[in-house]
DNA sequence: GTCTATATCTGGATAGAC
DNA sequence: GTCTATCCAGATATAGAC
């Protein structure tokens, strides 16, 4: 009975998946036009295409080795991209980190917060941006480990940004416990610690991708265990079916 | 009451300090030691404080900025020995890296599994564990940190062992889930997942230390935290005060 | 727009003075 | 034992042909 109700509702990973891909062209397609005084090529569709190659190699490459090790020689030959093509998307090595990361944190916004409306109840609130945000670190799983893992060779402004970014994600969560807890809905435990601990769980998805993967955990088992560990541990009374 | 037996028995953080400190001085003696054939100092007093050096201000500098960005010269001005007093302690960069890996994964072991005795409850053990996790990390926060960004700059072979003593401390919390289980302690919930989660929230302290700072939360707060909520989570009935 | 060839610079590593 | 000076590989970045 609840499950069916549950099945209507609960969003679908299969569909968010392309929705990611879709975003990513068009988020290249506004870096394009944004960054034309840098990027000296003039037609769209070349343009769109290589730069989607070159951020899409970048990641693979980064993650492998990192960005710092990854020579534009290395980047060059993994992407078909010759030296001076690759100059012609970006004027440093430094402004290609800028533009990946600046690029990841838009879809972030774009999608993450899309799926929450206000009227929810703060458990399905919950419920939903922890499937929502599990879904989109696994389809932007590339994205989400090098922005995790590259933070320290950002300048410190970039730094910054990224500090808030990771910052501002976990104030929704304690905002939803909050409301929660004002409903009787949840304990009355720290919830500054609490969100962090939600955080941390997320991002352990993503960080430690391999562990999960070699043991053939899904995303979505992924996100029921956690909906359900931390209900177990934060709601008033038992968790509801 | 319960809190005056808890107190008499609980490990407490401040000797945890000490003892770490000590295990460090001793741990370059005995790397001193075993590389005599790459270590060109003979005087023991000498080499052993400059060694202690140098580690500490690569830890320092590398978790600034990456280890890999981190120049030798950099090394080399921060510390106040000259490049070719750093390469007679070491025979290339990468020896650095690995003799820290390895010093750090020693203290580990020593200090780690001291403190856990096997007539202890589940339940017992795995508060302890929990406790000895943390305030470890955190007293050996930069090795840790360093530990975890700097795995993928390691050889494969390093790599390896790095992620083998990962796997190795989420197992230790699978057996005491698992004995836990057993004695109906703990509810039957899936125990990898279950130490997954546990080990993630212990990285979060090492991890994320400058938000922990900034919010000014200690390991000791940190760590009951850690422990009510995981508790709140597996317990099969209400926790034990 | 894309390539090849090349200039320039950075940083790891070593030799030899003190 | 420690320092300075230097070598050289490898990386970023650019110029100019096609």
Redesign the interface.
Known sequence: METAAKQTEKICFDTFRQMALLSMEEICREIFHENQQSIKIKKEPVAIRNLVNIFHTTLKLSN???F??MSLRDLSSASGLSMGALYSYFSSKDELLEMIQKQGRRIVGKVLFDHVSPEDSSLKKMRTLIRVHLYLTEVMQPWFYFAY?ET??LDKIQRKRSIESE?FTEQVFHDVLLEGQKEGVY?A??S???A??IK??L??WYV?RW?YSR?H?SVEA?AE??I???E???LAKAPVA
């Open positions: 492998e080795k990192g710092h090790t893992m320290k060779n910052l304990k435990i720290d500054t610690l609490t962090g601990v941390a769980l991002q352990d430690k562990k043991r955990i992924y265990f956690v359900s560990f931390v177990s541990a934060i």
